[in-house]
C-alpha cells in the first residue's frame, strides 16, 4: 500500500464536563464561522447542552437513520457551514463523517456512549441495496471530545457491548494475519494496538462493570485506540474480522441483539475456530456483563448456526472461515464446544 496517507485526530479531550469545551477546541485547530450539528431523537439533549457554550452560528439536525436519501440533504445543508459535530452513537457519528468527507469540511466525534469504536475510526458501515453491510471511508475526526460524565450515565448494555467489540480485535487480528499470508496488506503497528485495546479492557472489566471513572476512562482510551488501528491501517481489518461478519450475518436474520454483543459472542466461536484461547475472550465478556451464548443474545439455536453459516460469505475478506472446511456440522461443533448454544 503506497503511499499511505494515515489521518488521526489533532486533539482528544477526555473528562468530565468536557462537552463545554467545544469552542476552545475548535478555536485551537484554527475553526471558526458556522457548524453543522447533528444528533438523535434520544440524544439532542447533550447537543442542547453543548450548544449553550459555542458562540459559533450553527444549525441543528435530528438524525434519524443512516439512509442516502439523509446523507444527500445534509450534503447539501453543509455547503453552508465550516465543520460538523456530531453528538450522538454510532449513526449520527457516522452520518458526520460521511457528510465532512463529501463535503471537505472538519469533523468532530462527540460519542454520548462508548459503544463502539467507531466515535475514532475513519470507517462508516453501510448496507448495500441487498442489505449486506460493508465498510467504507468516511473523514477521520479532527478532535474527539468524550464527556466521561456522559458516558459513564450512559446505558449499561450500551458500555458493555462496547466493550465486547474491543474485546473482539483479538480474533480480528488472527483473521489479519491469514489474510497477510494471502498478499494482503498487513500493518504491525495496527495489529499493537488493536491488541492493546483488547487488553485495557480486559483488565479493567472490574472497574468498568462497577461504572468506575477510571473503567469508563479506560474503556474510552481503548476505543480510541481501536479507532486509530484502522485509520492506521486505512481499513476496519484490525477491528473487524469473522466475529463481525456474523454479527452482520445475525442483523440480516433480524436478530434483537446490539452490534458488540454479537461481535463478542462471535469472538468466542472465532477463537476456538482459530486455536486461540476462546475461553480467555469468553470469562472477559462475563466479567464486563455482555452476553456469551445465543441465549443471552435473544436468539434461537438456528439462528446462530443459519448466521455462522451466512458469515463466509457476507463480505469478500479472507478469514478463519476460508481458511479451514467449514459446513454445518462444524459449525454446530464450534457453537457446542464454546456453549454459545447447549
Known amino acids: ?143 474527539i471530545i468524550a464527556d466521561i460524565k456522559i458516558l459513564r450515565n450512559a446505558p449499561y448494555r450500551l458500555i458493555a457491548s462496547g466493550c465486547a467489540d474491543i474485546i473482539s480485535n483479538r480474533t480480528a487480528v488472527n483473521d489479519w494475519r491469514l489474510g497477510k499470508h494471502k498478499g494482503e496488506y498487513f500493518s504491525e503497528f495496527a495489529v499493537d494496538l488493536a491488541l492493546h485495546a483488547a487488553e485495557i479492557v480486559i483488565r479493567s472489566a472490574d472497574l468498568i462493570r462497577k461504572r468506575k471513572e477510571k473503567g469508563i476512562r479506560s474503556l474510552v482510551k481503548a476505543i480510541i485506540t ?46 476456538y475456530l ?3 484461547d476462546w475461553e480467555k475472550i469468553r470469562d472477559a465478556l462475563k466479567s464486563v456483563g455482555a452476553p456469551v451464548s445465543a441465549k443471552e443474545l435473544g436468539i434461537t439455536k438456528e439462528m446462530a448456526i443459519e448466521a455462522l453459516l451466512k458469515a463466509r460469505k457476507i463480505r469478500k475478506r479472507y478469514t478463519i472461515l476460508n481458511h479451514i472446511r467449514f459446513n454445518r456440522a462444524k459449525a454446530v461443533e464450534a457453537l457446542k464446544a464454546t456453549g454459545v448454544i447447549d
Open 1 to 143: 500500500m503506497d503511499p499511505h496517507l494515515i489521518e488521526l485526530p489533532r486533539k482528544i479531550l477526555v473528562g468530565k464536563g468536557v462537552i463545554k469545551k467545544v469552542q476552545n477546541i475548535c478555536d485551537d485547530l484554527g475553526i471558526d464561522g458556522s457548524a453543522l450539528i447533528l444528533t438523535g431523537p434520544t440524544t439532542q439533549k447533550f447537543a442542547d447542552k453543548m450548544i449553550k457554550h459555542i458562540e459559533m452560528d450553527y444549525h441543528k439536525e435530528i438524525i434519524e437513520s443512516l439512509t442516502k436519501n439523509t446523507i444527500k440533504r445534509m450534503e447539501s445543508l453543509a455547503k453552508r457551514f465550516n465543520i460538523v459535530l456530531s453528538v450522538g452513537g454510532g449513526r449520527v457519528i457516522d452520518t458526520g463523517k460521511l457528510v465532512a468527507l463529501r463535503s471537505d469540511i472538519p469533523f468532530i466525534s462527540i460519542p454520548t456512549a462508548p459503544s463502539h469504536d467507531g466515535i475514532a475510526s475513519e470507517r462508516v458501515s453501510i448496507k448495500e441495496g441487498n442489505g449486506k453491510p460493508h465498510s467504507i471511508a468516511g473523514k477521520p475526526p479532527i478532535a
Open 226 to 271: 481501536s479507532g486509530i488501528s484502522m485509520s492506521m491501517a486505512h481499513s476496519s481489518r484490525p477491528a473487524s474480522g469473522a466475529e463481525h461478519m456474523f454479527s452482520h450475518a445475525l442483523d440480516l436474520l433480524g436478530s434483537p441483539a446490539l452490534h458488540g454483543e454479537q461481535c463478542g459472542v462471535g469472538s468466542i466461536i472465532m477463537a
Open 274 to 276: 482459530q486455536g486461540d
